[in-house]
Each structure stands twice: as structure tokens, then as C-alpha cells.
Nanobody, 125 residues
């Protein structure tokens, strides 16, 4: 079992930055693919970023060049640095962990075994 707890959400003006954290307990993040997803009201859950256990990183097209995912193994925590935030980035952001390693599996919410409770990010214009 893995328990995930996100933090770091909040309200920010367009062009600003936020850093989200996802602390894991139960097992180490290095055993899993770590993912960030987001869900805006009335929309499906959307892939944001992922990091394989070996360190390979992937990003969704809307956030490429603006967001960065990384992992602190000593703290068993995954981070999402969000820069140049825009109102369309407003959503609840979820951290997740996946034991799947298949090609492209990191973009599918259904391939993740564990989820955090979510943290709200609101970007004002």
C-alpha cells in the first residue's frame, strides 16, 4: 500500500508560479511511476507529467516547457514546479503512483494504483 498526500496548491495570478509536493508513505516512490494529473470542473482528468522509476520524465503538451517534475528519493516526495501559470491551468491537481511500465501507460489514469486527495490550484487573470 502507498499513501500519497499532496500540498502546495493555492491561488496565484497569471504568470506566477507554484510548487506542488506529493509525499509518499508505505513504499518508496522509486518503485513506481509517479504521475501528476489535473481535473477542471466538467472536464476529464488530464495527464500533466510523469516520472518513471528510472528517472525518465514525460509531460502533457499543454504544460511542456512550463512545468517540471522531479523526485527527492531521500524525502520520498515528488514535486511539480509550475511556472508561467495561466487561467486554463486552474484545476484540482492529483498525485498518483503506478506499478505499470508498459509503453505509454503513464498517460492513462486507469493505470495508476494509488492517488492522493488532490490540491486546488486557481490561477486568476
Amino acid at each position: 500500500q502507498v499513501q500519497l498526500v499532496e500540498s502546495g496548491g493555492g491561488l496565484v495570478q497569471a504568470g506566477g508560479s507554484l510548487r506542488l509536493s506529493c509525499a509518499a508513505s508505505g513504499r518508496t516512490f522509486t518503485s513506481y511511476t509517479s504521475g501528476w494529473f489535473r481535473q477542471a470542473p466538467g472536464k476529464e482528468r488530464e495527464f500533466v507529467a510523469a516520472m518513471r522509476s528510472a528517472g525518465t520524465r514525460y509531460y502533457g503538451d499543454p504544460v511542456k516547457g512550463r512545468f517540471i517534475i522531479w523526485r527527492d528519493n531521500a524525502k520520498n516526495t515528488v514535486y511539480l514546479q509550475m511556472n508561467s501559470l495561466q487561467p486554463e491551468d486552474t484545476a484540482v491537481y492529483y498525485c498518483a503512483a503506478s506499478s505499470y511500465s508498459g509503453y505509454g501507460s503513464y498517460v492513462h489514469p486507469g493505470k495508476y494504483d494509488y492517488w492522493g486527495q488532490g490540491t486546488q490550484v486557481t490561477v486568476s487573470s
